[in-house]
């Protein structure tokens, strides 16, 4: 009979630890996912971020990682711009730039190999100004199909860059304000030559628009200078 119960007693101590080793593993396995669906969120997840609560440039560099090179950024001597995005959104935010700030900047090296990390140690606690939605001021694929049979001058007037053309299918990568657009143009003539003194502007400015897309962000960092 003793036999018995120690033998019954060895089993329900033998349960009891499987049940609490059955616990302890489902719920680390549970923070862990949550902690994955929480990281995924801030990254990816629709709505999750809320650019109402960016106070300070530190808020920014919160959400966007340090070595996300699709960021853009530009500061003066009042001002500073960073445009970045969040779940395919563009945001734009300036800050009130200080003379502090401004002349620590300044005095960085840029051979430094942690530049950005010490930039982003002296702009975090500058406050923000405003948070601009770019994806607000992209044009639709329906206005931009309006250009069609227009000149590059008609469409864009004189404020627009390049950064690629290609004169084999007559074809040109455009920024214009904040956006860049790939282009087809219309072109019957003799075919360009890429010579030395080719000047692109004057090649192309009168020439129709064939077709165009928006690529993605163009040079929308701009700072207030007074």
Known sequence: MKKFLCMLCVLMIALAMLTACGKTSGGEAGNTDNTASGSEGTSETEGAFDPAQLKTLADVFAVVPIDDYNTQ???SEIDYCHVFSVDGVYYRVHAKMTKEVYDALDALDYMDDDLDAKQRELLGPLEIT?????NELMPTQEEMDQWVGKTLSEV???DW????????????????KEFSYDLAFEYDGEPMQNTDDFDFYEAFKDLKIKSVTLSGLGDAAFVDYE
């Open 130 to 134: 405003s948070v601009e939605n770019l």
């Open 161 to 176: 860059d390049y950064w690629f053309y290609n004169l084999e299918d007559m074809t040109a990568a455009v920024n214009y």
């Open 73 to 75: 950024m530009a500061y």
């Open 156 to 158: 864009f007037g004189e």
